[in-house]
Nanobody
């Protein structure tokens, strides 16, 4: 099983920025069989895909974060970053990094920590207004 570790969560005021990082014990984009995703789940909210490296280097962003979040892979393919800016109180959530098979349809309804992906333990982001 792939191990994932997230870093970089914390508390920030609205309008501020944070960068999350995630390192997987193994990942390669060479085969285009998997993608690296960032999900989040806020209090009382469903699990939401916020960004994905996508397939064939075509990233995906949820409408709620477009223009504010950027997903990027590091020089090492097993590392992915989520740069978040202009943060809002509604961005407060537990953020998870995941490696997901490409056959899992982007945007399908899912539960965080389900069996379709390899998941990290999550890192908390709290935005105060």
């Amino acid at each position: 099983q792939v191990r994932m570790v997230e870093y970089g969560g914390g508390s920030v005021e609205a309008g501020g920025s944070l960068t999350l990082s995630c390192t997987a014990s193994e990942f390669t984009s060479d085969t285009d069989e998997s993608k690296m995703d960032w999900y989040r789940q806020g209090p009382g909210n469903e699990c939401e895909l916020v960004a994905s490296t996508g397939v064939l280097r075509s990233p995906y962003y949820a409408d709620s974060v477009k223009g504010r979040y950027t997903i990027a892979q590091g020089l090492a393919e097993n590392t992915v970053y989520l740069q978040m800016s202009s943060l809002k109180s509604e961005d407060t959530a537990l953020y998870y990094c995941a490696i997901t098979p490409v056959w899992v349809v982007t945007g399908m309804s899912r539960s965080c920590l389900d069996g379709l992906s390899d998941w990290g333990q999550g890192t908390q982001v709290t935005v105060s207004s």
